[in-house]
């Protein structure tokens, strides 16, 4: 059984011009790796920080389209993961213990810049509202920003 440790890691990637070359969101528990996930990699390569940055949720699932409740919870924890991130890196944000994302480490790996960071994915839940959730009144889900 996993413990309840609610940390997850994320590792950004961006060129010399600061625009998205990759990301992957990954968790471990008790020392283990329990998968790793770029949901969004085909949405946002090649966006600039600030253009990602400039993202809202509505214009997030407008594109992307998730299928189902669990997929657009999962592709908006990425979003605001990433953007959590990147605040940090840009200094809009500050980044530490008991904030949204911490700085582990920034890097350069052959000219990209690489950060790693832990993300508070409760944090990030919070961040992330629906209706009742329950579908009862026959609407979906409808995430936003809080």
Do not use: W
Not at 24 to 46: H, M, N, P, V, Y
Not at 55 to 71: H, K, M
Not at 120 to 125: M, N, P, R
């Amino acid at each position: 059984m996993p413990c309840n440790n609610l940390v997850e890691q994320i590792r950004v990637n961006l060129d010399d011009r600061d625009r998205l070359t990759g990301y992957r969101f990954f968790k471990q528990t008790c020392g283990q790796d329990i998968g790793a996930r770029s949901l969004l990699t085909e949405f946002l390569l090649g966006l600039s920080v600030d253009e990602l940055l400039a993202i809202d949720s509505e214009r997030l699932l407008a594109v992307c389209r998730p299928e189902d409740d669990v997929s657009r919870f999962l592709h908006l924890k990425h979003l605001f993961a990433i953007q959590a991130v990147l605040n940090v890196y840009t200094g809009r944000s500050n980044g530490g213990d008991d904030s949204l994302c911490a700085i582990a480490e920034i890097g350069d790996d052959r000219g990209e810049v690489v950060i790693d960071a832990d993300i508070d994915v409760g944090l990030v839940a919070d961040k992330i509202k629906a209706c009742a959730g329950c579908s009862g009144c026959g609407n979906d889900m409808q995430a936003f920003e809080a």
